[in-house]
């Protein structure tokens, strides 16, 4: 029977359960008069409570449960229908018929939970005046007096607030719900509906994750420990401590031994029974992680957690699932090589992104080396300075200036600018100086003091337009250093910059999500790009044709792959961020090394010797079946014009 198949109770006197007619028999042999007297006091507390009930005229109508529905997990999938993961708040719960659950596990919960099930009337009498009693002593709600109907109202219907109110207005609706459905079915609804630990809603779901088994063949051994598990199924898991669950187990066997439903000798045995618990099954990790908690993230920006987790939504992602794998064993081979190479910072970390310039879509994302060691997604949530990396950005805003070209030189020489109370005065990496410059031969080189001399020429303020231009959001100050990297930026913010290049100064929003449709097949986000002409389209060849060099001639050569790219690498002060981002038109990939602690790396350590060769790992497996392309030449293109003063 299904949630939705729910018949409403007809008006005639309910019989108790055939299979546990021998609950009432044994009830019976607590005599007459006790039994006569429970039953009074029961029929006396739920006629003045129903009387109570006309007060609470605003509580949910009870009826509904005849078409009550779980909530819908909902799947993501890479660009070509593969499963990646599943995103739920419950697990995926096959509910079932109160026939098809073991009789066992219905013993044990309700002798661990309501032993006088199928002789109260939503509300049990004796429980309630206890509960009264500690919690008057208390001075607050400390101690329950839920029956399983009264568990199930507040499963669906109710907060978990302990007070007072709540418990009334629980106590009502277990009586309405004991006027409109039988005891099966509240019995039934009750076994689908609670929580049994690990992600597990229903008993079928929690007998696989559990036991590896459906409901209908748990044992008594399995039954007990289970039934245990309602109570506080994180704290009493086997899988979480097993010592607690068996001791829990052995309090579930007792009180069926002492209600005379089991004998004492099936409750020893029962105990002392193996059992075969294996690893949860009921979260299905995500097949990628990284990318899922990539979703996740651009998913909460525009849906509740309960809309992600319930609402039944089939995400297609832009990642392949190959290219994924790519991504993170050239991460993982990296790490091995930096290891191998003395680094010996402890929390030596490595990120990967990649981005197609002709969408925009997130093609691969590795945000660590080790998911299962560390969750943070250090590709799109980890902002670290980019040193040279960020230069590009600099060059470009001098190119579309009509006022500078590759062939315009700058002096290389030192220089200070005061800065704020002191003074700056920048220095190349080694030392050394070259008196003037191509502007294309100091990119190429990494020269830092023409870099930072361009950036006073045509202005801090224009190159972090430039940045926003470029979809940039992480927060930058117009100091005199920007252009050596002096802000923090993500993997992702860099890799989609870099994908504008590649595009030749086409961007559009950077997004791992290609569709998003509920389960009936409705479209509910359409990400298709939507590409806007944002850079200058010589200045942005011109700027290309000068970080091919960098790959070619200059530091970048380590990630030479055979075939046209551009790059620059960055390597941050006393080497604690090194970079490499480059790009072929297809694709645009950042990868960023580091230490989660800001810890140095070590001396000699760059981005053209540590983190080009990772570049180059991926960069060659992800363009395999890829054809060779060639960039747009600035010759096409028209020069921009020198913009008047006025």
């Not at 007060?55 to 449960?65: A, M, Y």
């Not at 949530?381 to 200036?401: D, E, I, L, M, N």
């Not at 050569?557 to 480059?582: C, H, L, M, Q, S």
């Amino acid at each position: 029977m299904s949630f939705s198949t729910i018949r409403q109770k007809p008006n005639t006197k309910k019989t108790p359960n055939p299979e546990l007619s021998f609950i009432q028999g044994v009830l019976r042999t607590a005599g007459g008069t006790a039994l006569g007297a429970s039953l009074l006091a029961s029929s006396m507390v739920a006629g003045g409570l129903v009387g109570l009930a006309i007060s609470f005229r605003n509580l949910p109508d009870v009826r509904t449960l005849q078409s009550y529905s779980p909530s819908e997990t909902s799947y993501v999938y890479d660009i070509k229908g593969r499963l990646l993961s599943r995103l739920h708040g419950e697990a995926n719960r096959e509910a079932v018929n109160l026939e098809r659950i073991s009789p066992e596990l219905k013993r044990a919960v309700l002798a661990i939970e309501d032993s006088h099930f199928y002789l109260h009337h939503g509300i049990n009498p004796t429980s309630i005046g206890r509960a009264l009693w500690v919690n008057w002593r208390s001075g607050g709600v400390v101690e329950g007096a839920s029956t399983i109907t009264m568990q199930l109202v507040k499963n669906i219907f109710l907060t978990r607030d302990r007070t007072f109110s709540r418990k009334l207005s629980e106590a009502v609706l277990a009586i309405r719900v004991e006027q409109f459905f039988e005891k099966e079915e509240i019995m039934e609804m009750y076994l689908n509906n609670i929580y049994w630990g690990h992600n597990n809603y229903g008993v079928q779901t929690a007998a696989q994750s559990y036991f590896n088994k459906p409901a209908s063949e748990l044992n008594l051994a399995e039954a007990a420990l289970m039934a245990g598990l309602i109570q506080a199924p994180e704290t009493y898991s086997p899988f979480n401590n097993y010592s607690n669950a068996k001791q829990r187990q052995k309090m579930v066997l007792d009180r069926m031994a002492t209600l005379g439903w089991i004998t004492p000798e099936e409750a020893r045995a029962a105990h002392r029974a193996p059992l075969g618990v294996g690893k949860p099954t009921s979260w299905q990790g995500s097949k990628l992680p990284y990318v899922t908690d990539t979703v996740m993230q651009e998913l909460q920006e525009t849906f509740s957690k309960e809309v992600i987790t319930k609402g039944g939504m089939r995400i297609q992602t832009s990642v392949d699932y190959f290219m994924q794998e790519k991504a993170e064993e050239a991460v993982k081979k990296g790490y091995k090589q930096l290891r191998g190479r003395g680094i010996r910072t402890k929390d030596l970390q490595v990120a990967l992104v990649a981005v197609d310039p002709r969408t925009h879509f997130i093609k691969a994302v590795v945000g660590g080396v080790d998911y299962k060691k560390s969750q943070l997604n250090r590709a799109t949530q980890s902002r670290r300075q980019p040193g040279s990396s960020f230069k590009p950005f600099v060059y470009y805003t001098a190119f579309a200036s009509g006022k500078y070209g590759p062939g315009s030189v700058v002096n290389d020489s030192p220089v200070s600018y005061r800065d704020g109370s002191g003074v700056y005065s920048p220095k190349n990496y080694g030392g050394s100086f070259s008196g003037p410059i191509s502007l294309q031969a100091a990119l190429i080189q990494s020269r830092n003091v023409p870099a930072v001399v361009l950036g006073q020429k045509v202005g801090i303020s224009k190159v972090i337009e430039i940045c926003r231009r470029l979809g940039i959001e992480s927060p930058m100050r117009p100091v005199i250093s920007l252009p050596l990297g002096a802000g923090d930026i993500t993997p992702l913010e860099m890799a989609n910059s870099y994908a504008t290049f590649a595009s030749n100064g086409w961007y559009s929003e950077p997004t791992i999500i290609v569709q998003i449709a509920d389960s009936r097949g409705n479209v509910l986000v359409d990400n298709t790009p939507k590409p806007q002409l944002v850079l200058d389209p010589w200045a942005t060849a011109s700027l290309t044709t000068v970080l091919q060099g960098v790959i070619n001639n200059g530091t970048g050569r380590a990630a030479n792959i055979g075939r046209p790219a551009a790059g620059k690498t960055g390597t941050t002060d006393n080497e604690r961020n090194v970079w490499f981002v480059g790009y072929v038109p297809q694709l645009s990939t950042a990868v960023w090394v580091g230490d989660d602690a800001n810890r140095a790396l070590g001396k000699g350590v760059t981005g053209g010797g540590n983190a080009a060769p990772i570049w180059r790992s991926f960069m060659t497996e992800a363009l395999k079946n890829e054809p060779v392309l060639q960039f747009h030449a600035a010759s096409k293109f028209p020069r921009p014009k020198v913009k008047q003063k006025k």
